[in-house]
Nanobody, 114 residues
Framework: QVQLVESGGGLVQPGGSLRLSCAAS????????MAWYRQAPGKQRELVAV???????NYADYAKGRFTISRDNAKNTVYLQMNSLKPEDTAVYYC????????WGQGTQVTVSS
């Protein structure tokens, strides 16, 4: 089992940047496929980006070229660098760890507004 704690959300103006972090504890972080999801009000949770245990990444179309997922196995942390943020990126962002089952963090709010 793994525990996940997200941080780094906040209010940012359109065009700005944020870096989300997700700290994992309780299990061997290196074994997990890590991902970021988001959920906007009234919408379903959707995948933003995923990174495998060997660092292969994949992104939702809207995230390509703007967002970067990375992981630091020595720090048991996965990151989401978000650039050129748009109002439609406003959502609660969740970290997920997947092995045989999936674990979730509590989420961090990202609000993009002028």
């Amino acid at each position: 089992q793994v525990q996940l704690v997200e941080s780094g959300g906040g209010l940012v103006q359109p065009g700005g940047s944020l870096r989300l972090s997700c700290a994992a504890s309780g299990s061997d972080f290196r074994l997990y496929v890590m991902a970021w999801y988001r959920q906007a009000p009234g919408k379903q949770r959707e995948l933003v980006a995923v990174i495998t245990k060997i660092g292969i990444t994949n992104y939702a179309d809207y995230a390509k070229g703007r967002f970067t997922i990375s992981r630091d196995n020595a720090k048991n942390t996965v990151y989401l660098q978000m650039n050129s943020l748009k109002p439609e990126d406003t959502a609660v962002y969740y970290c997920s760890a997947r092995l045989a089952t999936s674990f979730w963090g509590q989420g961090t709010q990202v609000t993009v507004s002028s």
